[in-house]
């Protein structure tokens, strides 16, 4: 049996992603499709952690530009990653995947503080990690917060589970003729703007040479895919286990 080619990884979803061809809330039928996602990379041995959006509930830039103050907004939107971590634990739990949940602000009558080093052993006893609330303060995105536990858990590689089959020159929604681009580095998503995560994110990527894969989170089966090692939608920064 081929072995997959990472051993721990940080699989990021977009809130968004989670509520389906509904423009808010949660498409359980996604959920169950995430969940089998992850259940099939978990049965490999693989160790998964995961960071969720909270854009299908609120996102905190749109309500700073409401006059909202951004802090409290900020603050909003970590909550709102709470409800999905705990909405995807469960999809994850109904198919027998032992998984926790940490937060980053405390809560722990639904959730465990996130505690490194407790996150690590979680991951070594094969459980699946959910990250929730962000890096637990304002002015950071939830890809920030991908970034930054891959660092602190030492994953191989962050998975940008996203709408899209891959990163494009444009946006191929609006821009029939987008090319698709299969391999990036770090400086090219800084420079040009390319949408793959954001600027301190990609920074944190690139300081700590975590490699970055993104690919569609429709087509089923890509996520077990990239930890097999398959080519699939775009890479950005040099793959540590190709040298």
């Known amino acids: 049996m081929e072995a997959p080619k990472y051993r721990r990884v940080i699989l990021k979803l977009s809130g968004e992603a989670l509520a389906g061809d509904n423009e808010y809330g949660i498409d359980h039928a996604i959920l169950q499709k995430i969940a089998l996602e992850v ?20 996102r905190g830039v749109a309500g700073s530009t409401k006059g909202m103050d951004r802090a409290t907004a900020d603050y909003m939107g970590m909550l709102a990653t709470v409800i999905n971590s705990l909405a995807l634990q469960d999809a994850l739990e109904n198919e027998n995947v032992d998984t926790r949940v940490q937060t980053a602000i405390e809560m722990r009558e639904v959730a465990e503080p996130y ?6 052993r979680h991951l070594e006893k094969g459980r699946v990690v959910i990250f929730a ?9 939830t890809d920030t917060t991908a970034a930054l536990r ?14 899209v089959d891959a990163v494009y020159d444009s946006d191929p929604k609006t821009n029939p003729t987008a090319q698709k681009l299969t391999e990036l580095q770090y400086m090219d998503v800084l420079k040009n703007g390319l949408g793959v995560m954001d600027s301190t994110a990609a920074s944190l990527c690139m300081d700590n040479k975590i490699p970055i894969i993104v690919f569609g ?19 950005v920064g040099r793959d540590n286990n190709n040298g």
């Open 39 to 58: 259940k099939e990379v978990y049965e490999k041995g693989v160790q998964v952690a995961i960071v969720v959006g909270g854009g299908n509930i609120w």
């Open 150 to 163: 891959a660092a602190e858990i030492e994953a191989e590689v962050i998975l940008m589970a996203k709408n």
């Open 217 to 235: 989170l429709t087509d089923k089966g890509n996520v077990l895919k990239a930890v097999m090692g398959e080519r699939i939608g775009t890479v």
């Open 133 to 141: 609330g962000g890096t637990g303060n304002p002015y950071f995105t």
């Open 115 to 120: 505690i490194r080093r407790r996150a690590i």
